[in-house]
């Protein structure tokens, strides 16, 4: 059974740091590439970053870049998001997601873990 | 405001249909491939449409999804009380490496 398990989140203020993890169990974690999307409060879903299935490559969407680092532990099957000088619009609902390969869709995804940046 | 353009409501009563609309440009849906995703507040996001109108395994044939142009559709029949969530349009922009998502259509059943 393919499982996704997010963690890490939490209320911080405004300039802070955090690091989120995913826990992978039950997929070829190593095979897939894998991304962060985010929920924010009374909004809909926004894509993140992606690592390519060996950490090759990272890509972030715009208003996290520079800010945001995506890394993998094949070895261990976790993803992680490391997300430093954290904003107040950066609070939401953040899931890890497996992407399927060629055809670019999430077939698996986590419940999330809430982050809260306070000002 | 997203690229992909879906309206933000939909309803209907148990057993009828709905249709969810995702309008969109050349540069997206009109070449690539959409998805859809319904996402009940506290649960997972789940896959309910890859590649235009294909489903995952274990999604109920109530759902269906179609494309034509520039716009795809993601119709539910059948309404069950547990379709009540937010389904969202997707496609992949290469210039991004990542996906757009459409705004969402928040389905509720009366």
């Known amino acids: 059974q393919v499982r996704l398990v997010e963690s890490g989140g939490g209320v911080v203020q405004t300039g802070s740091s955090l690091r989120l993890s995913c826990d992978a169990s039950?997929?070829?974690?190593?095979?897939?590439?894998m991304h962060w999307v985010r929920r924010p409060p009374g909004k809909g879903l926004q894509w993140v970053a992606v690592?390519?299935?060996?950490?090759?490559?990272?890509y972030y969407a715009d208003s996290v870049k520079g800010r945001f680092t995506i890394s993998r532990d094949n070895s261990n099957s976790v993803l992680y998001l490391d997300m430093n000088t954290l904003r107040p619009e950066d609070t939401a609902v953040y899931f890890c997601?497996?992407?399927?390969?060629?055809?670019?869709?999430?077939?698996?995804w986590g419940r999330g873990t809430l982050v809260t940046v306070a000002s | 405001q997203s690229v992909l353009v879906q309206t933000p409501s939909a309803s209907g009563t148990p057993g009828q249909s709905v249709n969810i609309s995702c309008s969109g440009s050349?540069?997206?849906?009109?070449?690539?491939?959409v998805n859809w995703y319904q996402q009940v507040p506290g649960m997972a996001p789940k896959l309910l449409i890859f590649?235009?109108?294909h489903r995952p395994s274990g999604v109920p044939d109530r759902f269906s999804g179609s494309k034509s142009g520039t716009s795809a559709s993601l119709a539910i029949s059948g309404l069950r009380s547990d379709d009540e969530a937010e389904y969202y349009c997707?496609?992949?922009?290469?210039?991004?490496?990542?996906?757009?998502f459409g705004g969402g259509t928040k389905v509720t059943v009366l």
């Open positions: 039950g997929l070829m974690f190593n095979a897939y590439a």
């Open positions: 050349s540069a997206n849906i009109g070449s690539q491939t």
């Open positions: 997707a496609v992949w922009d290469d210039s991004l490496n990542g996906p757009l």
């Open positions: 590649g235009d109108d």
């Open positions: 690592i390519w299935y060996d950490g090759s490559h990272q």
């Open positions: 997601a497996r992407d399927r390969g060629n055809s670019h869709y999430f077939d698996h």
